[in-house]
């Protein structure tokens, strides 16, 4: 696993890449607005829903603050995902456009 900097995130994002990113914060939190096209999967129900995301492209994880995100990442790891990235900092540190 290895982490991304929100950054680099949204620079990709503005080049116009389609990327796979999963939000994994509460309903709340989502509300208050989320990365555009982010998949919302709260951390909680991961176990159950793992299988939406796809193994084979580049997923990047996002919570509030990068700890819940970190965790989904090591949790996908165990089952099998080797192409998981930690957006650090989490919406914290996102300066990029939000949907709601």
């Known amino acids: 696993m290895t982490n991304i900097h929100p950054v680099d995130v949204r620079e990709r994002?503005?080049?116009?890449?389609k990327l796979n990113i999963v939000d994994v914060?509460?309903?709340e939190e989502v509300a208050t607005g989320?990365?555009?096209?982010?998949?919302?999967?709260?951390?909680?129900?991961?176990?159950?829903?793992?299988?939406?995301?796809?193994p084979d492209e580049e997923t990047i994880i996002v919570?509030?603050?990068?700890?819940?995100?970190d965790a989904a990442c090591q949790f996908l790891y165990t089952v099998g995902y080797r192409n998981v990235k930690n957006m650090m900092g989490g919406m914290n540190n996102w300066e990029g456009d939000v949907e709601k």
Do not use: V, Y
């Open 63 to 69: 919570c509030r603050s990068g700890n819940r995100s």
């Open 13 to 17: 994002l503005k080049r116009g890449e």
């Open 34 to 54: 989320k990365i555009p096209g982010a998949k919302h999967i709260r951390l909680n129900e991961l176990t159950d829903r793992w299988q939406e995301i796809s």
């Open 25 to 27: 914060r509460e309903d």
